[in-house]
């Protein structure tokens, strides 16, 4: 007996989206299908060229098998998620979403990212990873995987799935994913820990090298960057974390400051989006973290200026791309 | 019966020390000496061409008459302050000043520009000038002086220079700069005032435009950067003046706000500096009044994060002019 295969759309397929891609078919568990947008006729004509630490240095011309139409047992979701521009996330996978059936897992950093999906789709199963992969399109249809595949997945709470459905959902998503259990692909039903966890590096190392377009070993040898700006964000996001209920230790920041190494210059993502002249994540990174310690009363002063010259760095994206038109008026509102 | 002319020593010939020299020379009551660096070699070959509001816009080929040596009655210092690069201000004039003699006149932005001059020089009057001028080099020995050259001077307190004697040095300096009135020099003898009225607009407009790159009015545009940076920097300052006895009310943020017009984009020095890769002025416009701030007890978070930022770009700047460099090491001190 032929278990059938699950079947996965895939909607963002830059490092992290292919690297799923390939370990979901690679699994033999599941059928993938995936939605490209900047990449796809690279990816059509000569496949995808992968050098995975995983999976093999010398992977050539693959592609997913799979040309799906809806129902999906899970959307995975790998997009950037920059709330104030369209189309949103529920936007781009609404077309695909079976009610009551296709689980969407939402593989993108930050906090607060279920929150305009449950409404849209009240009857899903939503599911958070939280991925600590390294893996990066150098260019159309080359990725290079060169940190392990390790995510930590559980479901989000959503009034009107039950919990043990929502559950159960991602453990199966698990299972189809990692099915020889090769990766350590983690069940972790404490989704609002991990995520305030791994903001406390998000929110502090990566919204300051954009700021400063500088990387984390420099950083660290300045000292100067870790004990005026990144330990006060960290501790600031440790408290707004407390008060939310997710009980992290203020000596989280000392682990997190050592986590990335001083003898290779590495930039975070936000600060390689910002010097590509894209667009940054900064409302789950930052701007949720902040609302959340607002509405428990925790001061956040550092993150606070961090997130206003982070949006005045947005403006200026937002400038470059033609979203956004400078006016150069006499009757200004402030004149 | 002829006065003699007063004899000036100008150190520091950019915009600011070069409209001095022609305003202290034209006026005929001075004999002007100017110490030059960069431009020196083009003004010698050449002299400086002027473009001004207010002397003329063709002067072509002038020069500064004087190869003086001391004694000198003033030394006009209009370099840039950066403490914690050699030669500091007062390293640069000790040879050329005669104790109970030359009066220093600092014209340079910020707090307690004078705290290092005091004991270095202690029997000579110590003058503050706040400039308004709009004058920049624009290539060597070319000056375009495009705002008018007004100035707020009076004495600052020394503790063995009484204080009658600095005064009077400081109104014999405005007489020989401005003999026939034409000029707005005026004598201010609330040096503290004027100084922490203008860095109401230098910690919040200069300091933003440095880390963001950004013009003064496309801040206002955005509104957003003027209400989560600008106005909060500004009442933080104005804070710190009143614990510190200078009464600025709050009121006078929004006069600053609209003090740049919308109508054309300006980028303040700090900014212009961080993008042609020279050190910012940063101790003097950020940290002396961050220090006098904390040490009344006035929370100043917004200024503070800045504060740290304008440090970490300061640092690439070193970086790049080969002051620091960064070591890759496995064993940093933070590892």
Same mark, same amino acid.
């Given at each position: 007996? #032929?278990? !059938?295969?699950?079947?996965?759309?895939?909607?963002?397929?830059?490092?992290?989206?292919?690297?799923?891609?390939?370990?979901?078919?690679?699994?033999?568990?599941?059928?993938?299908?995936?939605?490209? *947008?900047?990449?796809?006729?690279? &990816?059509?004509? @000569? =496949?995808?060229?992968?050098?995975?630490?995983?999976?093999?240095?010398?992977?050539?011309?693959?592609?997913?098998?799979?040309?799906?139409?809806?129902?999906?047992?899970?959307?995975?979701?790998?997009?950037?998620?920059?709330?104030?521009?369209?189309?949103?996330?529920?936007?781009?996978?609404?077309?695909?979403?079976?009610?009551?059936? #296709?689980?969407?897992?939402?593989?993108?950093? =930050?906090?607060?990212?279920?929150?305009?999906?449950?409404?849209?789709?009240?009857? @899903?199963?939503?599911?958070?990873?939280?991925?600590?992969?390294?893996?990066?399109?150098?260019?159309?249809?080359?990725?290079?995987?060169?940190?392990?595949? +390790?995510?930590?997945? =559980?479901?989000?709470?959503?009034?009107?799935?039950?919990?043990?459905?929502?559950?159960?959902?991602?453990?199966?998503?698990?299972?189809?994913? @990692?099915? &020889?259990?090769?990766?350590?692909?983690?069940?972790?039903?404490?989704?609002? +820990?991990?995520?305030?966890?791994?903001?406390?590096?998000?929110?502090?190392?990566?919204?300051?090298?954009?700021?400063?377009? /500088?990387?984390?070993?420099?950083?660290? /040898?300045?000292?100067?960057?870790?004990?005026?700006?990144?330990?006060?964000?960290?501790?600031? $996001? $440790?408290?707004? &974390? *407390? &008060?939310?209920?997710?009980?992290?230790?203020?000596?989280?920041?000392?682990?997190?400051?050592?986590?990335?190494?001083?003898?290779?210059? +590495?930039?975070?993502?936000?600060?390689?989006?910002?010097?590509?002249?894209?667009?940054? !994540?900064?409302? @789950?990174?930052?701007?949720?973290?902040?609302?959340?310690?607002?509405?428990? =009363?925790?001061?956040?002063? #550092?993150?606070?200026?961090?997130?206003?010259?982070?949006?005045?760095?947005?403006?200026?994206?937002?400038?470059?791309?033609? /979203?956004?038109?400078?006016?150069?008026?006499?009757?200004?509102?402030?004149?």
């Amino acid at each position: 007996m #032929t278990q !059938e295969k699950v079947r996965v759309l895939i909607v963002g397929t830059g490092g992290v989206g292919t690297m799923a891609a390939y370990a979901l078919e690679s699994g033999g568990k599941a059928e993938v299908t995936a939605v490209m *947008r900047s990449n796809y006729d690279a &990816a059509v004509k @000569n =496949g995808i060229d992968i050098d995975s630490i995983e999976h093999g240095h010398d992977i050539k011309g693959w592609r997913p098998t799979a040309r799906g139409s809806p129902p999906f047992d899970f959307i995975l979701v790998t997009t950037k998620n920059i709330p104030d521009v369209k189309p949103t996330v529920a936007d781009l996978i609404a077309p695909a979403v079976t009610p009551g059936k #296709t689980a969407i897992v939402l593989s993108q950093n =930050g906090l607060n990212i279920e929150k305009p999906i449950i409404p849209r789709f009240p009857t @899903n199963p939503i599911i958070s990873s939280v991925s600590y992969i390294g893996a990066t399109e150098k260019s159309h249809g080359k990725i290079l995987h060169d940190d392990a595949d +390790f995510q930590k997945i =559980g479901a989000f709470s959503s009034p009107e799935v039950p919990a043990d459905v929502a559950a159960d959902a991602a453990k199966r998503y698990i299972a189809a994913y @990692n099915p &020889a259990g090769k990766l350590e692909i983690v069940y972790e039903a404490d989704v609002r +820990f991990v995520r305030w966890r791994k903001l406390v590096y998000n929110s502090s190392f990566n919204s300051i090298a954009a700021v400063l377009r /500088m990387d984390t070993a420099r950083m660290r /040898m300045s000292q100067h960057v870790i004990d005026d700006l990144i330990r006060p964000i960290m501790l600031e $996001i $440790i408290a707004a &974390a *407390r &008060a939310c209920g997710v009980d992290l230790a203020d000596e989280v920041a000392e682990t997190v400051i050592k986590t990335d190494p001083t003898d290779t210059a +590495f930039k975070p993502s936000m600060c390689q989006d910002v010097e590509k002249g894209n667009l940054m !994540e900064i409302e @789950n990174i930052v701007g949720e973290p902040l609302r959340e310690g607002a509405a428990h =009363g925790v001061p956040m002063p #550092t993150l606070r200026t961090v997130y206003g010259l982070l949006k005045g760095l947005q403006l200026q994206v937002k400038e470059n791309r033609g /979203m956004w038109e400078a006016k150069f008026e006499a009757d200004n509102p402030y004149q």
